[in-house]
């Protein structure tokens, strides 16, 4: 479970630190070729509902060495039909419990924010947003788990 307290919250959001990297198969396939393996990037990630996907910001993917896997299309408040490209990442949240996904990338306007973490990832957890005390809860649970070098990992849907 992750727990993170702010008196700033209303302002700033349900912003937690992350971890972004490679998803399994890439990191297998570099180490299979006996390349090295890019270490993961540290970033401020937005909990946002509003999004069905998680999104990383531009550098990210190419701070990685990340290859696309596709482009899709997607709307926004405020445009409609914009064009991103796909990446299989892996997201840690406590150091210890990672969520594979396929994000999308995208420019990310909102002042120290690297990446959004959308609905696909929060639909494997509860998400608690407790406003008066300035608090958030995410927890995850052993039944949507698979294990892998000593950690917890989640695939998104």
Not at 19 to 25: D, H, I
Not at 110 to 123: E, F, K, S, T
């Amino acid at each position: 479970m992750i727990v993170v307290e702010n008196p700033a919250l209303r302002e700033t959001g349900p912003v937690v630190f992350i971890l972004v990297g490679l998803s399994e198969a890439a990191e297998s396939e570099l180490r299979r070729a006996r390349r090295p393996v890019p270490q993961p990037i540290r970033a401020n990630a937005l909990i946002d509902t509003g999004s069905g996907r998680s999104i990383i910001q531009r550098d990210l993917a190419r701070s990685l060495g990340l290859t696309p896997i596709g482009t899709v299309e997607f709307d926004t408040p405020s445009s409609v039909d914009v064009s991103a490209s796909e990446y299989d990442v892996r997201f840690w949240l406590d150091g210890e419990v990672s969520f594979e996904s396929r994000v999308m990338e995208a420019p990310l306007p909102v002042p120290r924010v690297q990446a959004l973490i959308g609905r696909d990832i929060l639909a494997l957890g509860v998400l608690t947003y407790d406003g008066p005390r300035g608090r958030f809860t995410f927890e995850f649970g052993e039944r949507t788990a698979g294990r892998g070098r000593g950690s917890t990992a989640f695939r998104a849907p």
